[in-house]
């Protein structure tokens, strides 16, 4: 425990440990990343109540192994902090009691993981950075994805939306899954009604009625005469109508991202 202010700063260190710490006065953390990227440099938090607690410009993603075991770090302060972009690099925040044993995991091992960046996340949010936090929150869900109490259900809806927008961040992925589901069910609808694939000479008009197919609001016979409708082709049209909805509602979610509280 320590009563007055703590300031460690300009620091390069491969591994370093906080164990049993409750401070009582200002404690900040400056500039602090590994001495060799190649080390297999740690940071253990192992007991600690860091709420208060400064973290600033600390290289998060270049260290090996972060363990945060039975600490508090949602009311700590992150600025200029670097964290991982993927999930695969986020693997390196462990809920392990001792960092230099990372196969030593808890029994709950990825509901622990998922509440160490539920927690991060809300001190991301605390200080206003919410690119950060959205970061924390996708992550969240595929570590909450690998817990063995989660229904199937649930585990198929984070599954999807981290396919179709990685939970909300990505505007890409909406955007190539529309561009690519469109144009195959495009192709099996015109196959359905017999447009394509046949003797006859390519119609380049279907290349413009692509853009009425991708229209929810189109009519059934945009194409054909309803008389010419098989039970394949109204399937299709109808199928596509709900899957083109989702990836929309998708890809708005995502572009909204910034607007979200």
Known sequence: MTEGPLLIESTKINSWYISDFLPKG???LHNIYPIDDQADSKIGIHKSNLD???FDNIDFD???RISLYRSKVAKATFTSCNFPDQYSS???FMPIENV???ERKTQNHHKDQY???LQLKKSLENTGNYYEAQKL?????DALHKINSISCGDRIILKVNSLSNKHGLSIIRPFLWFIGVSVLLYILYLLSLGRIFNSNQFDHKLIGYYFSFIDLTHR???LVNKEEFTNWSLAIDYISKVIFGFIIYQFIAAFRKYGKK
Do not use: L, R
Not at 137 to 141: E, G
């Open 26 to 28: 200002e404690v900040s």
């Open 52 to 54: 208060g607690v400064w």
């Open 62 to 64: 270049k260290y090996k």
């Open 90 to 92: 986020f693997e390196k």
């Open 100 to 102: 230099h044993y990372p």
């Open 115 to 117: 509440e160490i960046f």
């Open 137 to 141: 929150q996708s992550i969240a869900h």
């Open 220 to 222: 059934n016979d945009f």
